[in-house]
C-alpha cells in the first residue's frame, strides 16, 4: 500500500511504465505534453555537443551561458516584464528570491494554502511572516492592517495551487494593494503555459500582469525541463543577483536543461492550439468527475482532485486505480488537512479521448466500488 517512490522505465508521456505494466499517467505535470516532444529531446542533444553536460559552477561565477542570458531576456518579454533570472530549480527560486528582497521589521503575509517552496523561503527571511486564510481577502485585509503602516509589505501567493487546483483572487488581491500599498509575488509555477492569453501566466490571464511585483515559475512543469525564474523589474533581479544565496551558492542549470527550456518556450508561443486542447481534456474530465458523483472542490485548472477522505480510503483507492492501469498520486496530510486526503489528476495536452474513457471508466467503477460515489467531503483550508 505505499504509493510512493516508483520507478517508471519509460519516458513521461501520458502512458509509462512501472515492472513491466503500462499505466495511463494522470500523475503528473506535464501539462503541454513536451517531454516528448522531438523538437525539445534535439535541443537537449544540440547544447550537449555545443555546450557539454554541465556548467561546474554558480551563475555567480563561471556558470552563465549565453543560453542562460537568452533564456532570462526571452521569460522577460514572454512575462511583460523587465528582467528574469534563471535559478536551479524552481524550489530555490522561491527561497531565493523571499530571503534576498525581505529585510529585518518587515512584514511577509502568506496564503494558508501556498507552495511549501513559498513556506520555506518565508521561514528564511528576517521579516515576519503572517498568513491569511485559503483565498480569504477580507482575512488579508485584517492581517495587513494589523500591521504598522510604515512597514514595508509583500504578499506571497500561488497563482494555481497545486492540490486544490483553483486561482489566486487577483482582481481582488491587485484592489488591495492599491488600498494598503503592499507588493504582490505570484508564484506561477502551475500556471506558466496554461493560463493567460499566451500562456504567461494567472496575472495575464485577469488582466492584471502590470500590477503584480514579481512572478515566479518552473521549467519543471510546462516547460519539460528543470530550473525555475523570477520575473520582475530591472532593479529588483540586478539586486537579486547579488543576494539570492541560493544562486550565487548552486550551479547552475545544465546547457539541456536551458536549451529544452527555450524550445519549450517556442512551442509555447506558437502552438496555442496545445493550451486549447489541455483545456477541453480540463473541462470534459472536471464535468464527468461532478456527472459521476465525485467532490472536485472549487478547482478550474488541469489539476481536477478528487476529495476521499481518510489516508486509508485514499490509499486503497490508489491501489485499485494502479491495478486497473492508472497512474496517479494520492495526496494526505500535511499537504491537505488531516481526514480531507485526495487523489489529484492532472491532465496533460496530448492524452487522448481513448485514454481519458478508461481513466472515467475504472474511477466510475472504483468509485462505486468503495463508496466515494456522492460521499460528502469537506474541504477546508490547508
Same mark, same amino acid.
Given at each position: ?224 525541463? @528543470? $530550473?525555475?525564474? &523570477? ?5 529588483? %533581479?540586478?539586486? !537579486?543577483?547579488?543576494?539570492?544565496? *541560493? =544562486?550565487? +551558492? ?41 456527472? @459521476? $458523483?465525485?467532490? &472536485? ?5 488541469? %489539476?481536477?482532485? !478528487?476529495?476521499?477522505?481518510?489516508? *486509508? =480510503?485514499? +490509499? ?45 471508466? &475504472? ?14 467531503? *469537506?474541504?477546508?483550508?490547508?
Amino acid at each position: 500500500m505505499y504509493p510512493y517512490f516508483r520507478a517508471i522505465s519509460s519516458g513521461q508521456d501520458t502512458e509509462v511504465v512501472i515492472k513491466g505494466q503500462r499505466l495511463i499517467m494522470i500523475g503528473s505535470n506535464n501539462y503541454l505534453g513536451l517531454t516528448s516532444d522531438p523538437r525539445v529531446k534535439e535541443a537537449a542533444i544540440d547544447a550537449i555537443n555545443r555546450f557539454g553536460s554541465g556548467c561546474t559552477g554558480s551563475r555567480f561565477l563561471n556558470g552563465t551561458l549565453e543560453l542562460h542570458e537568452e533564456l532570462e531576456a526571452r521569460l522577460a518579454r514572454f512575462m511583460d516584464k523587465e528582467a528574469a533570472l534563471v535559478f536551479s530549480t524552481g524550489y530555490q527560486t522561491n527561497l531565493g528570491t523571499l530571503s534576498a528582497i525581505m529585510g529585518r521589521n518587515e512584514a511577509l503575509f502568506m496564503d494558508r494554502a501556498n507552495h511549501a517552496s513559498l513556506v520555506d523561503g518565508a521561514r528564511l527571511t528576517f521579516g515576519k511572516t503572517y498568513k491569511y486564510g485559503h483565498n480569504d481577502m477580507e482575512d488579508l485585509e485584517r492581517v495587513v492592517t494589523q500591521t504598522s503602516p510604515d512597514v514595508a509589505k509583500l504578499v506571497a501567493t500561488d497563482g494555481v495551487f497545486s492540490m486544490e487546483g483553483d486561482l489566486a483572487c487577483v482582481p481582488e488581491l491587485v484592489a488591495l494593494k492599491k488600498k494598503l500599498g503592499f507588493r504582490i509575488l505570484i508564484d506561477d509555477a502551475h500556471a506558466i503555459g496554461v493560463m493567460g492569453p499566451r500562456g504567461n501566466g494567472t496575472a495575464a490571464h485577469f488582466g492584471h500582469n502590470d500590477d503584480i511585483d514579481l512572478i515566479t515559475g518552473t521549467f519543471s512543469k510546462s516547460f519539460a525541463s @528543470l $530550473g525555475g525564474f &523570477v520575473a520582475g523589474d530591472d532593479d529588483t %533581479i540586478h539586486y !537579486l543577483k547579488h543576494f539570492a544565496r *541560493e =544562486l550565487i +551558492f548552486s550551479a547552475s542549470i545544465p546547457p539541456a536543461n536551458a536549451a529544452v527550456a527555450l524550445a519549450a518556450l517556442d512551442i509555447i508561443e506558437s502552438e496555442p492550439e496545445r493550451r486549447k486542447a489541455l483545456w477541453r481534456i480540463t473541462h470534459r474530465m472536471r464535468d464527468e468527475y461532478t456527472r @459521476l $458523483g465525485f467532490n &472536485v472542490g472549487s478547482t478550474v485548472t488541469p %489539476i481536477i482532485p !478528487l476529495y476521499i477522505g481518510s489516508d *486509508e =480510503l485514499c +490509499f486503497a483507492f490508489w491501489k485499485e486505480l494502479t491495478l486497473s492501469g492508472i497512474f496517479a498520486n494520492p495526496v494526505i496530510a500535511p499537504a491537505v488537512p488531516p481526514n480531507h486526503a485526495l487523489i489529484r489528476p492532472s491532465y496533460t495536452a496530448t492524452h487522448t479521448d481513448a485514454q481519458m474513457d478508461r481513466v472515467l471508466s &475504472v474511477f466510475e467503477q472504483v468509485g462505486r466500488k468503495l463508496g466515494i460515489l456522492n460521499r460528502p467531503v *469537506e474541504v477546508q483550508d490547508t
